[in-house]
């Protein structure tokens, strides 16, 4: 009996294993806040038995090409991936969000070795949420991959695998509502005319430092003396005043994301 009942538990688990979860998955990080988020995080913790306790975390891929089911991959064929799910990305286009089990809180490879995977299909980026036990913040860790995914595609230095605790000061730029640029900021934001290919953006000129900007450029440091002007002109903003300078910077690297 203790045998029957033991294989019974194996076939069980392997059937869960092999359920497709992507419909519970996906409520989970589209539901509102209160007791409809409950219920979908309930569902799934249902679905997914006693491996719903352990360490997980949610990686993001986006964009993804397709909110087509039958063009996602199985989450069988995506290593360490529990369920995955399309989920919408901006107002047109769609992500990838897969729930990873992790052996421990701070062993992230099988994470990045789902990312990894899922960046061989096309030129995207991978964002990671901070891991937790339980399902309860699922939802929350849906959107620091969301974040680090963001981050990754605007910030080349950070694509093309960002994990949320290493994203710095993205991680408060993608906390902050999408608003449009200030007036002052969309000559700098617009790419450079025709006219003049090879001339630098104002945008590289503001965010360096004085001191090393013409050698970087390639300029006489008048040139810079001018192209900062430019700058102040456009934005309205006094670059010798610091909490200016942070805002430009700042506005400029929120505008990319």
Known sequence: MRVTARIGALLG????????????????????????????VAALRTALGPRGDGPHTVVCVAPW??????????????PHATALCTVPWGTTDQCLAVLVRLRSLDVRSPAEATATRLLKD?????????????????????????????????EPRLAPIADWSHIGPYRLLTALPLTPPRPGHRPLLSPPTTN???????????????????????IHRQTLYYRLSRVEQLTGLDLDDGEDRLLLHMGLKRARL
Do not use: C, N, Y
């Open 122 to 154: 096309g030129p995207r980026a991978a964002g990671i949420g901070r891991p937790r036990t339980g399902l309860t913040d699922l939802a929350t860790t849906w959107q620091e991959a969301a974040s680090a995914a963001r981050a990754a595609l605007a």
């Open 65 to 78: 090409p397709s909110a087509d089911p039958d063009d996602a991959p199985s989450a069988r064929t995506v």
């Open 13 to 40: 688990d392997e059937a869960q294993a092999g359920a497709d979860l992507t419909r519970e998955l996906r409520a989970v990080l589209t539901a509102e806040r209160g007791w409809q988020r409950d219920m979908a």
């Open 196 to 218: 003049s290919p090879a001339r630098p953006r104002p945008t590289s000129t503001a965010r360096a430092k004085r001191g090393r900007t013409a050698a970087e450029l390639g």
